[in-house]
């Protein structure tokens, strides 16, 4: 609130010194060459002009009353700060002519809840959506290869974000502070994640970072209360300090071959840490790498006592580990349930893996992995859900253009189709499987009971998805994402997935 309170203090000051005198409509717009370089209207719903190939920096800066924006074909560029700190904009639409937006362009406009990006954008530019509070989902365009510092910081009620393929090194502080982030999904191609970049994601389930990241910034991760699966490059030679500090609820790490130290601050007050693995690359170990890891109890260390002894590594007699279990010449963690190695007893799918690979439900990614944290698409999760229910064999012929002979979710997308869990032409089996999507397959299987309203600010009444939240949530399927949250349009992760089939019909 004092973040607010300075800030429209702030605009209140420059809108006075900036006021311009009573005009005529067509004056609303200060246009040279092309540029708009001031807008002076009401506000209210603003289309820019035809003729303008430009938005300068700062046009629309401090506009209070400005509600929507769109930006037509022919506009290339928008400026520095073309729409910050506009407190009453919740919409702009952006024509794909525009390849370039500035520096802070939508900075501190709390109530932008929609944005329509340009496929021509090719970065993000830095500070972008900063404090953009309301904005809850956006789809950055696959042609874009740089994401700038800051880009998405602070932004509250962001909850999934996938960055696309040609991303190949995510900046400092980009989501930064976003409290309500859920899931991301990281492409192969990143090669770094910079200082504080997902600092203080509190809702931050679980990571897998790719196999081509080499470094990990400074608490790149640190404040992430609810990380419970954690799963790093192969090829990661750099960790910062404090990288991971105070993610609550990690239970296990292994780091891989390769890391050469675990610096100051690294894992501490990692308060559920139970076991980590250290291989024997990693020739120094900080004294306060694991401090405040209450939980700590096995230590597995791919050397020989020597060569623990002989480098720059925690002192045995150290408080530290002092109850601590140091297992030598070990290979990995023991896997923990099923076999694999992501999959910890006290995580909260860890039964439903359990009865999805005994059930021939599915299997892992790997003989090691599970992958609990992968997102699922529409094929996969009514497979799941069609071998769940027996693997019937449907009765009729493929309806589906989308669907070719001989694909593995083949029969299942019949089924779906005749037992009414998806209607239309098109099967759509690529598209990503939201929460709402998974809840209400399982609802129409049930039969479509009635139930009680479901009590998520996220899911409206009159949602199309609501009866099935609110019977999922009564039969004990689901109790949501915390922060009285379900977050409907996050996609279906494979923990989430498994543990919603288990409850509704183990």
Known sequence: MRKRFLALTLALGLCLGLAAPASAAEQDFVIENGVLTRYN????????????????DDAFSYCQGLTSVTVPNGVTTIGARAFSWCFDL???????????????????????ARVKLPSGLTSIANNLFAACDSLSEISIP???????????????????????????????NVFKGCENLTSVTLPNGITSIGDNAFQDCENLAGITIPDTVTSIGQHAFSGCKRMSSLTLSQNLTTIGNS??????????VTIPDGVTSISTGTFSRCKSLANIFIPVSAAYVSRSAFEGCESLTDLYYGGSPAQWEGTSHLNLDDYILENVTIHYNAQAIPAAVGGFTD???????ADAVLWAVDGGVTSGTSATTFS???????????TFLWRA???????GGNPYADVPAGAYYEQAALWA???GLVSGSAFGGGAPCTRADAVTYLWRLAGQPSAGAADFADVPAGADFAPAVAWAVEQGVTTGTGGDRFSPDTTCTRGQIMTFLYRALA
């Open 41 to 56: 209207g009401p506000g209210g719903d603003v289309v820019i002009p035809d003729g303008v190939t430009s938005i300068g």
């Open 90 to 112: 919740t919409e702009v639409t952006i024509a794909d002519s525009v390849t370039n937006i500035g520096n802070n362009a939508f900075w501190s406009s709390w109530e932008l």
């Open 142 to 172: 696959d042609g874009v290869t740089s994401i700038g510092y800051g880009a998405f910081s602070e932004c509250d009620s962001l909850t999934s974000i996938t960055i696309p393929d040609g991303v190949t090194s995510i900046e400092g």
């Open 243 to 252: 990288a991971f500090f105070r993610c609550e609820s990690l239970t296990s």
């Open 343 to 349: 999959v910890q007893e006290n995580a909260y799918y």
């Open 372 to 382: 609990p944290d992968n997102t699922c698409t529409t094929a996969e999760v009514l």
């Open 389 to 395: 229910s027996g693997s019937p064999a449907a009765s």
């Open 417 to 419: 189709g005749e037992e």
